[in-house]
C-alpha cells in the first residue's frame, strides 16, 4: 500500500555505544525489537536495519505499531523491502505490503495483531528477505494484556535474537522465560537519555495529520456489496473506516464508507482507490473517522 513514511536516519540522531556494540552479522533471520512506546523503540530498529542492509543482499522491516505507525497508515502494519545495500533513505524503491488491523490500539484486537504479523513475516521471507527486523507495539503492560501479546507474538514469529529497551523492570514479565530459551538470544538495552516522551494529545494529533494527508485527494468509490466479498458486514456504518484487500489478504488502500444505497446494495466510500478491478474483498475495522479532519469519531 503506498504512502510510506521515510526510514531515513537523521544525522542528528545519537547512535548510542551500547547500540553499537550490537554486531549485525550475528542477527540473522527475524530480529524483535520491544519496549515501552517512547523509550527509542522505533530509532533503534531503523538503526539495526540501516546496519543490516550492509550485511544482507535484502533486509525487512516489519512495522507492528497499528497506532504511531512510522511506515504505513494507523490501524495497519507495514512491511518494507530493502533494494540495495547502500540505501540510506528507506523506503525508496522497494516493495511493500501493508495489513490492516482496523484499530489503532491492539488492545481487543490482538487476535489480527499476531496473525497480521505473521503473514507479513511470511511475505517477506518468500520475497528473499534474509534478515527482517520487526519494531513492535509498545503495548508491554501485563494488566492490558502487552505481555500475552509479546509472548505469543514472539513463540509465532519466532526470532533468532530480541533486542530491548527498558528503563526499569517493565519487561521482566515477559523477558524472564526468554533469557533462558535456547531458541532466542536476547540483548538488553537501556532507554537512551535522548529518548523523548510524548502525551497523548501529541499521539492524537500525528494519527489526524498521517490520516489527513492521505485522504486529503480522496474520491469517491461505489463498492457492489452484494457482489463483493465483505469481512466484518455487521459493523458497516457510516464513518467507518474499511481496507481494500488483494487476493492474499494484504490492504490495497484504505477507505471510510459514506453513503449505503440499499435498493442497488451499493457501498460509497471515502478512498484514494479509482477502480475495484484488483480487489479480492473488504475488510470493516472498529475504528470510525471523519476523512476530512482525520479525527475518531
Known amino acids: 500500500m503506498p504512502n510510506l513514511h521515510n526510514l531515513a536516519l537523521d544525522n542528528h540522531i ?31 530498529a531503523r538503526y539495526l536495519f540501516h546496519q543490516l542492509c550492509r550485511h544482507y543482499g535484502k533486509v525487512g522491516f516489519l512495522d507492528c505499531d497499528v497506532g504511531q505507525s512510522t511506515l504505513g497508515l494507523p490501524t495497519t502494519m507495514t512491511l518494507a523491502l530493502s533494494t540495495t545495500a547502500e540505501e540510506s533513505s528507506f523506503p525508496s524503491r522497494g516493495e511493500a505490503f501493508s495489513y490492516f488491523v482496523g484499530s489503532t490500539s491492539p488492545r481487543g484486537h490482538m487476535l489480527p495483531t499476531v496473525v497480521g504479523a505473521y503473514k507479513l513475516q511470511v511475505k517477506a521471507q518468500k520475497m528473499g528477505a534474509e534478515t527482517l527486523v520487526v519494531d513492535t507495539t509498545g503495548l508491554v503492560d ?44 536476547v540483548h538488553e ?51 467507518r473506516i474499511l481496507a481494500f484487500q488483494d487476493e492474499e489478504g494484504f490492504a490495497l488502500a484504505l477507505g471510510v464508507a459514506q453513503e449505503y444505497e440499499r435498493n442497488s446494495q451499493t457501498l460509497t466510500v471515502c478512498t484514494p482507490l479509482t477502480s475495484m478491478e484488483k480487489v479480492s474483498s473488504i475488510r470493516f475495522g472498529a475504528l470510525r473517522l471523519d476523512p476530512a479532519t482525520g479525527q475518531e469519531l
Open 14 to 44: 545519537h547512535i548510542p555505544p551500547e547500540w553499537q556494540r550490537l554486531d549485525p552479522a550475528s542477527l540473522k533471520g527475524t530480529v524483535m525489537v520491544i519496549g515501552r512506546s517512547d523509550t527509542g523503540k522505533t530509532t533503534l
Open 142 to 185: 501485563r494488566a492490558a494484556g502487552g505481555g500475552a501479546l509479546k509472548h505469543w507474538k514472539i513463540e509465532l514469529l519466532q526470532p533468532s535474537a530480541l533486542v530491548s529497551l527498558a528503563r526499569g523492570p517493565e519487561l521482566e514479565h515477559i523477558l524472564w522465560p526468554w533469557r533462558r530459551d535456547r531458541r532466542v538470544r
Open 189 to 239: 538495552l537501556r532507554v537512551p537519555k535522548h529518548a523523548r516522551e510524548r502525551d497523548r494529545e501529541t499521539r492524537i494529533r500525528y494519527r489526524e495529520k498521517r490520516f489527513r494527508n492521505y485522504f486529503g485527494k480522496a474520491g469517491t468509490l461505489k463498492v457492489p456489496i452484494r457482489s463483493t466479498v465483505v469481512f466484518g458486514i455487521e459493523g458497516m456504518s457510516r464513518g
